[in-house]
């Protein structure tokens, strides 16, 4: 199993924007469909995103729907979360991992292997 090292996340005001990345630095993902997946203080871990291994088809959460984008490079082990419109309800850490490729929803294929995962708050 892949291990991920998330960042980018910080503190950005409401209506702001943030870009997440998600770096797999032992091992490839080009065979693998990837996802992200955040956990709210207080509350269970929710999928957000996910993109298949290679032809790009990805499905979002309602919740974040138009307002994040997932993308992934697969010569960098990198996948990527876009959010704009930020709001106080996506305050959360957020991880990657490899999902399960049949959706929605976006669901974990390991859900006891995630890494350190990467904090967003937003707030003014």
């Known amino acids: 199993q892949a291990q991920f090292v998330e960042s980018g996340g910080g503190l950005v005001q409401p209506g702001g924007s943030l870009t997440l990345s998600c770096s797999a630095p032992?091992?490839?993902?080009?065979?693998?469909?990837m996802g992200w997946f955040r956990q709210a203080p207080g509350k269970g871990r929710e999928g957000v995103a996910c993109?298949?291994?290679?032809?790009?088809?990805?499905n979002y959460a309602d919740s974040i729907k138009g307002r994040f984008t997932i993308s992934r490079d697969n010569a960098k082990r990198m996948v990527y979360l876009h959010m704009n419109s930020l709001t106080p309800a996506d305050t959360a850490i957020y991880f990657c991992?490899?999902?399960?490729?049949?959706?929605?929803?976006?669901?974990?294929?390991?859900?006891?292997?995630w890494g350190q995962g990467t904090q967003v708050r937003v707030s003014s």
């Open positions: 991992a490899v999902v399960i490729p049949v959706w929605p929803p976006c669901v974990p294929l390991d859900a006891d292997v």
């Open positions: 032992t091992s490839s993902i080009d065979d693998y469909a």
């Open positions: 993109i298949a291994s290679s032809d790009g088809i990805t």
